[in-house]
């Protein structure tokens, strides 16, 4: 098969952990043996987070009193893939001795047009308390909303339309490369006026560009590797169960923040949706087991994978654990 895995940003800072390198190394670490075993057997394409690592260079960037003005978002977004991909690149080499392993700087178009440019929605950097972000929001012109029971930056959104090194990435997926690419869902870019390539001031969401990435790829898995086991139903209560098997149209029908799981949920179905394949939730260290169909949320068109004597009528599409 050939997959897509999308590491959540806990594969590389959990939260209440300090950014610091190496706590971010010793992370990447143990993320790179669950997809070892992943890449023994199948063909692997790696994306990840950078919320947390770009906003804590957008801050270190806005408080150099060398700099005339920080250095933009598209520009941090490289940054972010150049430190990230290493870390994923080295950790992934030393996991599979002899294999090769490649690290693209890569974009994502987006649409000069789209309405996200005026309603900033996508969380970046570390979390405070309402009257510091407040504080920080007034001195430096940034835009704060609450994030759970902490306040974090917000920046521009808008949808990823096309992974522009897709030629690149298949030429050494044929080549028998794990590829690792569109970090932090890649570097966001415009046609301009004279149809060339211009980065903009935002960040596109990772899970999203990952459905379009593995769309791109042909792709025959799409995994959203994250800290918790799958999608939930009730979170919170008594009644709370992860969901095993769903199909789009049931995912969609339970309205799931979009400051969450809501993203995660549109990435897999739209996947889904778009290829007929197969696309999955689930934690990081149960990838092996979400493909052998034993973990996770398993997103199919009929809502069932793996075992087709098994199928039930789901109700409405959902066959709990």
């Not at 994923?88 to 490649?102: T, V, Y």
Request: net charge negative; charged share 20%; aromatic share 4%.
């Amino acid at each position: 098969m050939r997959i897509v895995a999308a590491l959540g940003g806990n594969a590389l800072m959990r939260r209440g952990e300090r950014p610091d390198a190496r706590t971010q190394i010793t992370n990447v670490k143990r993320a790179a043996k669950a997809l070892a075993a992943l890449a023994e057997e199948h063909e692997l394409i790696i994306t990840h987070g950078n919320g947390p690592q770009v906003g804590t260079l957008a801050l270190q960037s806005a408080n150099d009193e060398r700099l005339s003005e920080p250095y933009p978002f598209d520009t941090l977004g490289a940054q972010t893939q150049g430190m990230i991909g290493y870390w994923i690149l080295q950790a992934m080499q030393n996991a599979l001795p002899g294999r090769h392993i490649a690290s693209l700087i890569s974009q994502t178009l987006v649409l000069a047009g789209d309405p996200a440019f005026n309603n900033p929605t996508k969380f970046v950097g570390e979390v405070y308390d309402q009257p510091t972000a407040q504080a920080l929001a007034a001195e430096r012109g940034w835009t704060v909303k609450p994030d759970g029971t902490h306040w974090r930056r917000v920046v521009p959104s808008p949808k990823p339309q096309r992974f522009i090194e897709t030629r690149m990435a298949r030429t050494l997926l044929q080549a028998g490369a794990i590829v690792i690419c569109s970090g932090g869902g890649g570097i966001p870019v415009i046609r301009n006026a004279q149809g060339k390539l211009e980065g903009v001031e935002a960040v596109v969401d990772k899970d999203l560009t990952a459905a379009v990435l593995a769309e791109h790829l042909e792709a025959d898995a799409l995994l959203i590797l994250t800290d918790v086991d799958g999608v939930r139903t009730d979170f919170g209560t008594p009644n709370e169960q992860r969901i095993d098997r769903a199909t789009p149209a049931s995912l969609r029908a339970l309205n799931l923040p979009a400051g969450s799981m809501g993203p995660k949920v549109e990435a897999v179905c739209r996947f889904v949706e778009l290829t007929g394949d197969m696309a999955a939730i689930g934690r990081l260290e149960d990838t092996t087991a979400i493909i052998n169909g034993t973990a996770g949320t398993i997103i199919t068109p009929g809502g069932n994978y793996g075992q087709p004597e098994d199928i039930r009528p789901p109700t409405p599409g959902l066959v709990p654990s």
